[in-house]
């Protein structure tokens, strides 16, 4: 990451802008070289609280700390030099009180060079997101499916259907009258989607929700077909590497075994190399 480089992200006012416009793309990443990998796709890349379950092996997300969105965040900051970043806030970092909040939400920027923070919960976190936001702190939001609290939904199901749709409808009006930037659908049904993103002068980020958001994310191990312990229906898969990686390390295994690696061109000869004229 240069600091001349990173002056061309686009900051959270201009995805802002980008509402209604050509749809906003994004997808995490949790190290630098995936970093590297997504930042010429990306307007903004999410350092997702997913990673403790997609890098840590963590059957949720409840068990994610701060220190691991910090490490994670720097890491991705560094292999960043165009789109903007956004880190989670862990379970447990912000919904104590604003002053809290807006502790872990300076930390995480101070630490990463995030440009904004991700906070889960509509209505009851509102006043969080108005205090952060007129403290300098850009927030996007997250309503719908918010895996922080599979506790007290009952698990990962979809959210806004029936009596639930009015819910999910002023969770996300009341983030964005709170002063978030933007906001995730996460798992809510399409025509639920649309109505919310017609509704609110932010833009909508849906995963799990309708190709009518204002953009999209996915979490990028699955899209790779790297994490492969469950798939949401919602996570299309664009490539096989957890295939191609098990196929990879499986010959690399057979060559050891049969003395086949290293060979010749692996290994270093007695005498240097004559110098090439
Ligand atoms: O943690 C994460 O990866 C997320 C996305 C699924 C939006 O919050």
């Given amino acids: 990451m240069s600091a001349t480089s990173r002056i061309k992200a686009p900051t959270p006012s201009d995805i802002m802008a980008r509402k209604g416009g050509t749809p906003l793309v994004s997808l995490t990443a949790y190290t630098t070289p995936i970093a590297q990998l997504v930042d010429p796709h990306c307007d903004f890349v999410l350092v997702g609280d997913s990673v403790g379950m997609v890098l840590h092996g963590l059957p949720s997300t409840l068990g994610v700390t701060m220190d691991m969105m910090c490490l994670h965040g720097a890491a991705v900051a560094r292999g960043l030099e165009r789109a903007m970043m956004v880190?989670?806030?862990?379970?447990?970092?912000y919904e104590e009180s604003p002053e809290q909040a807006f502790r872990n939400a300076a930390r995480l920027m101070r630490e990463t060079g995030a440009a904004a923070v991700?906070?889960?919960g509509g209505l009851a976190m509102a006043p969080t997101i108005q205090h952060l936001t007129s403290r300098s702190i850009p927030v996007m939001a997250h309503v719908g499916l918010t895996p922080q609290a599979i506790n007290t939904l009952g698990g990962y199901k979809v959210q806004g259907r029936g009596d639930d749709r009015a819910k999910v409808m002023a969770d996300a009006q009341a983030v964005s009258d709170a002063g978030a930037f933007s906001v995730v659908l996460e798992k809510v049904p399409a025509s639920l989607a649309d109505e919310i993103t017609a509704a609110i002068p932010i833009p909508t980020i849906g995963i799990g929700a309708s190709a009518g958001?204002?953009?999209?994310?996915?979490?990028?191990?699955?899209?790779?077909?790297?994490?492969?312990?469950?798939?949401?229906?919602?996570?299309?898969?664009y490539a096989t590497l957890g295939e191609d990686a098990d196929k990879a390390i499986a010959a690399y295994a057979?060559?050891?075994?049969?003395?086949?690696?290293?060979?010749?061109?692996?290994?270093?000869?007695?005498?240097?190399?004559?110098?090439?004229?």
């Fill in 87 to 93: 880190v989670d806030m862990p379970f447990g970092s």
């Fill in 213 to 237: 958001c204002d953009g999209q994310i996915l979490v990028v191990d699955d899209m790779l077909g790297l994490f492969t312990a469950f798939k949401p229906k919602f996570a299309k898969r």
């Fill in 118 to 120: 991700k906070l889960e």
């Fill in 254 to 277: 057979d060559e050891v075994r049969a003395r086949s690696f290293p060979a010749a061109e692996h290994v270093f000869g007695d005498a240097a190399p004559e110098p090439k004229s």
